[in-house]
């Protein structure tokens, strides 16, 4: 790999690295909590990824293309966007996780709007999300929210869809 590739490729972590450096100049406290931060951040994520990495592994591994096209690709109908949610509710960690394996559906060959779907409800209806909000919001807010939220995943997860295929079709 050339210096030009590596520079392009990481510009936007270079970039915000001179940022902090800029920062910790400027303002030495307010530039040191920006990296113990950074330092926390990263910690927590490499304490999550590589579970989160094997568990994706096997499931590729064990779990064959033809499902995934079957009950979530693009015949799947109500059963795949079921399906999307019901993962999405018994998934667990951050919203940063649900990006590996938001990957391994697009290898599969669920359909893009189930993808999306998937994404939202990964950030809306999660088990342990809601059994927090419950107990600190109370249960009619968190009624309230998901009977806006639940169709409001699957409405932009068919508009973004919609609006992905428009531009491929014109472009």
Do not use: H
Not at 48 to 70: H, Q, S, T
Not at 154 to 167: A, F
């Amino acid at each position: 790999m050339n210096a030009q590739f590596l520079i392009n490729r990481y510009k936007y972590f270079l970039i915000s690295f001179l940022i902090c450096i800029i920062i910790y100049f400027v303002d030495s406290n307010l530039g040191i909590n920006i990296f113990i931060s950074t330092k926390s951040s990263i910690d927590q994520m490499l304490s999550v990824l590589p579970a989160i990495m094997i568990l994706l592994g096997l499931l590729d591994v064990w779990v064959p293309k033809e499902y995934f096209i079957k009950y979530m690709g693009s015949n799947s109908g109500v059963i795949g966007i079921t399906l999307t949610f019901l993962i999405a509710f018994f998934s667990a960690g951050p919203m940063y996780a649900a990006f590996p394996f938001t990957a391994v559906l697009i290898k599969k060959g669920v359909k893009f709007s189930n993808m999306i779907i998937f994404l939202n409800a990964w950030c809306v209806t999660k088990f342990s999300t809601l059994l927090f909000e419950v107990s600190a919001l109370g249960s009619d807010f968190t009624l309230i929210r998901l009977i806006i939220d639940i169709p409001g995943a699957i409405i932009m997860g068919y508009v973004v869809d919609y609006i992905v295929n428009r531009k491929r079709t014109i472009g």
